[in-house]
């Protein structure tokens, strides 16, 4: 099984300020159609996951433009460029290359 | 817009069998290259994937050892409905489960969640 690993576990931010969250995978996830399948997911408190960013780097229809993923084979980075008082909540990393499908532990961003 | 919505018991005794139900609205589960699927998340813990299946057949559990073959996922084409079956319930099965669309390998569509508790 795939193992994803999240840092940081725990991410403070202020207002307006960038904010990165690294997601590594034990292996890499480059699918047999030359796909990466590496997701981003959000989880407001209270809410579903809503998914921001699908095949490392597509941003999904209606997500604000300062979120942006990148990255390739084992290493992945979510970046938001100036975070705002609705980011709040549970970012996931999740491969979805190799089954079982696996997400990270969750990144918590919170408002400094 | 496809939309998800768990149903069932709140409520399941241990060594019972936990039944859900997703209903399948703004899509059809019999038409695409879709995987219905069904994901949990324990009280303030991360997510874990169960498993999937197509309208066609291909199917997938997570045999981890939290799960253990113990998941039966079916779709139901006439009713616009997929569901999930989990044996032998333990303490350890208290979660919210949700239910999603798979869309190559990626999550799409997800349902609101239900709140599943095993205690006697």
């Known amino acids: 099984e795939v193992v994803m690993t999240q840092s940081p576990l725990s991410l403070p931010v202020t207002l307006g300020q960038p904010a990165s969250i690294s997601c590594r995978s034990s292996?890499?996830?480059?699918?047999?159609?030359?796909?990466?399948?590496l997701n981003w997911f959000q989880q407001r408190p209270g809410q579903s996951p809503r998914r921001l960013i699908y095949k490392v780097s597509n941003r999904d229809s209606g997500v604000p433009d300062r979120f942006s993923g990148s990255g390739s084979g084992t290493d992945f980075t979510l970046k938001i460029s100036r975070v705002e008082a609705e980011d709040v909540g549970v970012y996931y990393c999740m491969q979805g290359s190799r089954w079982p499908y696996v997400f990270g532990q969750g990144t918590k961003l919170e408002i400094k | 817009q496809v939309q998800l919505q768990e149903s069932g018991p709140g409520l399941v005794k241990p060594s019972e069998t936990l039944s859900l139900t997703c209903t399948v609205s703004?899509?059809?589960?019999?038409?695409?290259?879709?995987?219905w699927s069904w994901i949990r998340q324990p009280p303030g813990r991360g997510l874990e994937w169960i498993g999937y299946?197509?309208?066609?057949?291909?199917?997938?559990?997570n045999d981890n050892p939290s799960l253990k073959s113990r998941v039966t996922i079916s779709v139901d084409t006439s009713k616009n409905q997929f569901s999930l079956r989990l044996s032998a319930v333990t303490a350890a099965d208290t979660a919210i489960y949700y239910c999603?669309?798979?869309?190559?390998?990626?999550?799409?569509?997800w349902g609101q969640g239900t709140l599943v508790t095993v205690s006697s």
């Open positions: 292996q890499g996830l480059v699918f047999s159609d030359g796909n990466t399948y």
């Open positions: 703004g899509g059809s589960v019999g038409i695409g290259d879709y995987y």
């Open positions: 999603a669309r798979d869309n190559r390998g990626s999550i799409d569509f």
């Open positions: 299946k197509s309208y066609s057949g291909n199917t997938n559990n």
